[in-house]
């Protein structure tokens, strides 16, 4: 049974160049997912899939713009650009991926009424994706965390695992950040290294 497993956070042409919640240099943790897979027995993705109707998006909330931050049902909610709607090519994965070596996706963001950061769980922590449970089933211990966007959905994932028990490494090249304020990627790579994530990047593993 494999013990490792790789999660590609988000690798989503909405959050790439020329998408709606674009990434700077977002394209450039392709190639670098590219290269790691094959040195993984087991792949999984996360996809952000939204119905068009959810609560994180600026546009469902009469007189408030994208970026501003609101209560949503209990939670504090920074209010996006609509994106990653399920069905349209923005919620699809790059198509420079290599699809073939993702042995499963897991959806997450489809509960119009919270956000889901974390592949693992909810922001409200109140349902799993159904990742943990499954990485368990397979025999998983550790996990390798990389994606979009490091500020956001790589880092509470990659703190989620921490939290269910996962040994868990960033590789930090494969990540690229939103940076609403500048420094929030780095601020987020520090909150990950607290919380007993290995930072590294792709090279040190051999790839
Ligand atoms: C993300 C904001 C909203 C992410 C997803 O993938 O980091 N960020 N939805
Ligand atoms: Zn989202």
């Keep these: 049974m494999p013990n490792r497993a790789l999660i590609l956070v988000d690798l989503q042409n909405d959050f790439c160049p020329g998408g709606a919640l674009a990434v700077a240099r977002g394209d450039e943790t392709i190639e670098v997912a590219n290269r790691l897979m094959p040195h993984f027995d087991l792949v999984v993705a996360t996809q952000d899939f939204h119905p068009r109707d959810h609560?994180?998006?600026a546009a469902n909330h009469p007189g408030k713009q994208p970026y501003d931050v609101i209560d949503l049902h209990g939670l504090?909610?920074?209010?996006?650009?609509v994106h990653?709607?399920?069905?349209?090519?923005?919620?699809?994965?790059h198509p420079g991926l290599v699809r073939a070596r993702i042995d499963r996706v897991f959806t997450k963001g489809t509960d119009p009424t919270v956000d889901s950061y974390s592949g693992f769980?909810?922001?409200?922590?109140?349902?799993?994706?159904g990742l943990g449970e499954w990485l368990r089933g397979q025999g998983v211990d550790t996990?390798?965390?990389?994606?979009?966007?490091?500020?956001y959905c790589v880092?509470?994932?990659?703190?989620?695992?921490?939290?269910d028990g996962?040994?868990?490494?960033?590789?930090?090249d494969g990540c690229r950040g939103v940076e609403l304020k500048?420094?929030?990627?780095?601020?987020?790579?520090?909150?990950?290294?607290?919380?007993?994530?290995?930072v590294l990047d792709a090279g040190s593993i051999g790839a």
């Excluded at 996990?143 to 490091?150: D, E, I, P, S, W």
């Excluded at 500048?182 to 290995?198: C, F, L, N, Q, Y």
């Design 84 to 93: 990653c709607v399920q069905g349209t090519p923005g919620a699809d994965f």
């Design 166 to 172: 996962f040994a868990a490494y960033l590789v930090e």
């Design 182 to 198: 500048p420094g929030d990627s780095e601020r987020a790579v520090e909150e990950m290294r607290a919380a007993g994530v290995v």
């Design 55 to 57: 609560g994180s998006f």
């Design 143 to 151: 996990v390798y965390v990389m994606g979009l966007a490091t500020d």
């Design 76 to 81: 504090p909610q920074v209010l996006w650009p």
């Design 155 to 163: 880092k509470f994932t990659a703190l989620d695992a921490r939290t």
């Design 121 to 129: 769980h909810d922001n409200g922590r109140r349902k799993s994706t």
